[in-house]
């Protein structure tokens, strides 16, 4: 399973995670920060302090999936700000797919899109 084409939602924590938490503290953690059921098939990511590392958490037909990513340069840059009243941003799936690559998705513009209706 691909955690980035089935989800129809993406949350994103702003407070930094220790990533030594497993599968029941994260869902913990959607639980009480969230306000939001950990089963509801929505993809949670949660960053490190040090923006380096990425776990993503879903909940599939059959289980829990929990991924882990480790960027080899740069780091995470989105909106993260702790001192937000809200714990949780809501991601586009564009948008974590350029934050995975290490960019900022907030800086970054999608190109307009085609529309064009013959082929050359």
């Known amino acids: 399973m691909n955690p980035l084409t089935s989800p129809d939602r993406i949350l994103i924590s702003r407070h930094p995670t220790d990533m030594r938490a497993g599968i029941q503290r994260l869902a913990s953690i959607v639980s009480t920060d969230f306000g939001e059921d950990p089963q509801d ?31 080899a340069e740069g780091t995470f840059r989105w909106e993260r700000r702790p001192d937000y009243a809200d714990p949780k941003l809501t991601f586009e799936r564009r948008k974590l797919m350029w934050l995975l690559d290490g960019l900022d998705p907030e800086s970054l513009q999608a190109p307009p899109p085609v529309t064009a209706n013959i082929i050359l």
């Open 41 to 71: 098939g929505a993809l949670y990511c949660f960053v490190s302090r040090d923006c380096l590392k990425m776990k993503m958490l879903r909940f599939d037909v059959n289980g829990w999936v929990l991924y882990y990513c480790y960027l």
